[in-house]
């Protein structure tokens, strides 16, 4: 009974320290940037007509576009033969990356925009996923142990070859249409009722059409409302470090942040996914030796830095 105490307690008080620590050290996260759900959900009606978007000539379900083992895949005449770890496909169990990240790889603002990164990048994230070295329990942590190191190369060399698109429009605004976090996937969507209210110290990131965007549409994007100011002092931030405050992201990530080398390019991302991962590397979320070079350059930035730097970095061209 003793030796089975001492063993809980030496099992359970590195844990509890962990915690600890973390929650000392680790700054509040902003619910906008992680995107929980809301816990009063608008009533929306489902569609039960087989739902059309424009330019294909396809129609799918409601229930088979949230298949995500078998993805909608609106415009096949867009890209070349995919691989099954992307497409999925009737009977399949695994989760397919073209249901969250789309077929064109870009994603929602919820999920991530893989298009054009390098593979050893991609590669390398997969990786870090599966080993416990980057964190993303709810979604990415499980579907990165379940892929083979063959799939995770077919999948890295897909998203590498995408050509990105401008995906998300960047506008600085005071006010900003009423919004809620849905259950449903966790897509932040408009509020049904309308209305307005000040976006404060916040990026949100809406859909331009929600119908066409929660139909998993790789044609129509995001519009992000950021805080009057953000986009220059942004600038400043990323190009010179801000008098010390980070370092020039500029360095690694290339002059017009596209990416340099193995660095990922984060032009026209979307600005909720920046702000997440400079959260992540500020606490505990990366742990591979890649995203070490990354710990110094987010240990000073607040809140309202982030939201700048993803402001800009957002609001150039992919
Ligand atoms: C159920 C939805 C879902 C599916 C399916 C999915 N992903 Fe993801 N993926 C996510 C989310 C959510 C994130 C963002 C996590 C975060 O914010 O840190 C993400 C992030 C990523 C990233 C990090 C991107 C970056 O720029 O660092 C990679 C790489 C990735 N996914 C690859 C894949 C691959 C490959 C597959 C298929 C094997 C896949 N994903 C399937 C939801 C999904
Ligand atoms: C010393 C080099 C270096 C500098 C300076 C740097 N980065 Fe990075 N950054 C990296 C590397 C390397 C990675 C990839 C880490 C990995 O593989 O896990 C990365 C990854 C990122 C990511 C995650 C991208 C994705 O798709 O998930 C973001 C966001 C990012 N950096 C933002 C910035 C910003 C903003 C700045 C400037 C304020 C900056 N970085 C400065 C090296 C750097």
């Known amino acids: 009974m ?27 996260r902003p619910a906008w940037a992680f995107l929980t759900p809301d816990k009063e959900q608008p009533q929306v009606p489902e569609e039960k007509a087989p739902i059309r978007i424009p330019a294909s000539s396809k129609s799918y379900t409601a229930a088979e576009i949230d298949n995500l083992s078998n993805p909608p895949d609106w415009f096949p005449e867009e890209h070349g033969a995919l691989p099954k770890v992307v497409q999925g496909g009737p009977g399949s169990t695994a989760l397919a990356c073209g249901a969250c990240h789309l077929m064109s790889g870009q994603g929602h603002p919820e999920s ?21 070295k980057r964190i993303d329990p709810a979604r990415m942590n499980a579907i990165a142990k379940v892929t083979s190191d063959e799939d995770i190369r077919k999948a890295a060399e897909w998203g590498a070859a995408l050509k990105p698109v401008v995906w ?18 966790r897509m932040r969507l408009p509020h049904p009722a309308g209305g307005t209210e000040p976006l404060g110290k916040r990026i949100i ?22 805080p009057p100011g953000s986009i220059a002092k942004g600038e400043t931030l990323v190009k010179s470090g801000g008098s010390g405050k980070t370092i020039a992201c500029t360095i690694c990530h290339g002059d017009d942040l596209k990416g340099l080398g193995d660095v990922p390019r984060i032009a026209g991302l979307h600005p909720v ?13 990366y742990s591979g030796t890649s995203a070490a070079l ?21 609001s150039l061209a992919p």
């Open 168 to 185: 998300v429009k960047v506008m600085e605004s005071s006010t900003v249409p009423k919004s809620y976090v849905s259950t449903k996937g």
């Open 112 to 132: 991530a925009d893989l298009a054009g990164l390098p593979v050893e990048y991609l590669v390398r994230q997969m990786v870090d996923f599966r080993d416990g």
């Open 294 to 314: 990354m710990r110094k350059v987010v240990a000073r930035l607040d809140e309202d830095d982030m939201i700048a730097i993803a402001a800009y970095a957002a």
């Open 205 to 226: 990131e809406l859909p331009q059409d929600p119908a066409r965007a929660t139909s998993r549409d790789p044609h129509s994007g995001f519009v992000a409302y950021v």
């Open 273 to 285: 996914y920046i702000v997440r991962q400079l959260y992540g590397f500020q606490g505990k979320d």
């Open 2 to 28: 003793k030796r089975l105490l001492w063993t809980i307690a030496v099992g359970v008080l590195p844990l509890a320290c962990f915690y600890s620590i973390r929650a000392q050290t680790a700054p509040a």
